[in-house]
Nanobody
């Protein structure tokens, strides 16, 4: 009943920028924390950034100063602005959200399907 859909991935040259979006839809009362994770080929999934319901951000050391997470609560959307991209940022990026369902008020953690980000010259 709740769906997360990412967009904005693609191919970019080193030093370039991309902006990812993740929109939640369905039976939503409100959303607590939202976040972005990534999985590079041959590696485990790792945290990129999270943002609380009050918009307090938290970043992995590897992206601090380069990536910015933000959210628009009216649109149930979380964003990831990625600047100064490096080849090691290449991965599938997925968003998640702790959603309070509208019908039951249960909290569920939902995941998007992922979007590919490739940083290469």
């Amino acid at each position: 009943q709740v769906q997360l859909v990412e967009s904005g991935g693609g191919l970019v040259q080193p030093g370039g920028s991309l902006r990812l979006s993740c929109a939640a839809s369905g039976s939503i009362f409100s959303i607590n924390a939202m976040g972005w994770y990534r999985r590079a080929p041959g590696k485990q999934r790792e945290l990129v950034a999270t943002i609380s319901s009050g918009s307090s951000p938290n970043y992995a050391d590897s992206v601090k100063g380069r990536f910015t997470i933000s959210r628009d609560n009216a649109k149930n959307t979380v964003y990831l602005q990625m600047n100064s991209l490096k080849p090691e940022d290449t991965a599938v990026y997925s968003c998640n959200a702790d959603i309070i369902q509208g019908s039951t008020r249960y909290v569920i953690r939902s995941w998007g399907q992922g979007t590919q980000v490739t940083v290469s010259s």
